[in-house]
């Protein structure tokens, strides 16, 4: 079964400081895809990103950069020189393309509160 | 232009009720999923339709009902609701291809059930 665990129920960082969310995930497949969401105080969710099994490539984005490695089971999320706009709730997400449905699996979430 | 909507965004009812919340989507896509947010924030999936077809319950109660009447809409249908009902309610869609799997989601529905 699909399991997504992120152990870090909230942090706090200061303004310009740098936070990496974490995220370790279980499968049994050979093929699944990775995502992150962000959940803002209004409620949507926001796509960030996506990452597939095959692909261990770090990728950066602006402030944000996310490391996925297949050995330790982990796409952790970076955020560089965090600001205040990135306080939200975070989620880590895993998707089984093989039932035909991608439904997504997600962890409990990481709230992140900056602080200015 | 709205890529996943949904209405109404809040909803407040009493035990017993039967109520509908609606999904639109206008990107064009194959598959439509509805989740469930508890007041934790867990969010769970409890269906996906895929070119009008259900594809995977997960097992929930069978007073939830989603109904498609095209593959723009997935409606979803709660029978005789009951407290533990009370959640936000996220519809979500995708094109499953092999390049692009994310999931859009719509701005959720709120629901109180007194």
């Known amino acids: 079964a699909q399991k997504v665990t992120q152990a870090q129920t909230e942090i706090s960082v200061v303004e310009k400081e740098d936070v990496t969310l974490d995220c370790v995930y279980e499968t049994r497949d050979t093929t699944y895809y990775l995502f992150w969401y962000k959940q803002p105080p209004s409620g949507e969710l926001v796509f960030l990103i996506r990452r597939n099994s095959f692909d261990e490539q770090n990728e950066i984005s602006g402030r944000y950069s996310w490391n996925f490695q297949k050995s330790t089971s982990s796409f952790n999320f970076t955020i560089t020189a965090s600001q205040v706009v990135d306080s939200a709730v975070y989620f880590c997400a895993l998707s089984d393309p093989q039932t035909g449905a991608n439904n997504l699996f997600f962890g409990t979430g990481t709230r992140l509160t900056v602080i200015p | 232009d709205t890529a996943v909507s949904q209405t109404p965004k809040y909803l407040v009812t009493q035990m017993g009720n039967d109520k509908s919340i609606k999904c639109e989507q206008n990107?064009?896509?194959?598959?439509m999923y509805w989740y469930k947010q508890d007041s934790k924030k867990f969010l769970k999936i409890m269906f996906s339709?895929?070119?009008?077809?259900?594809?995977i319950n997960e097992t929930v109660p069978n007073r939830f009902s989603p109904k498609s009447p095209d593959k723009a809409h997935l409606n979803l249908h709660i029978n005789s609701l009951e407290l533990g009902d009370s959640a936000v309610y996220f519809c979500?869609?995708?094109?499953?291809?092999?390049?692009?799997?994310?999931?859009?989601f719509g701005p959720g529905t709120r629901l109180t059930v007194t």
């Open positions: 990107l064009g896509h194959d598959t």
């Open positions: 979500a869609s995708s094109r499953p291809s092999a390049d692009t799997y994310e999931q859009y």
């Open positions: 339709y895929n070119n009008k077809e259900l594809i």
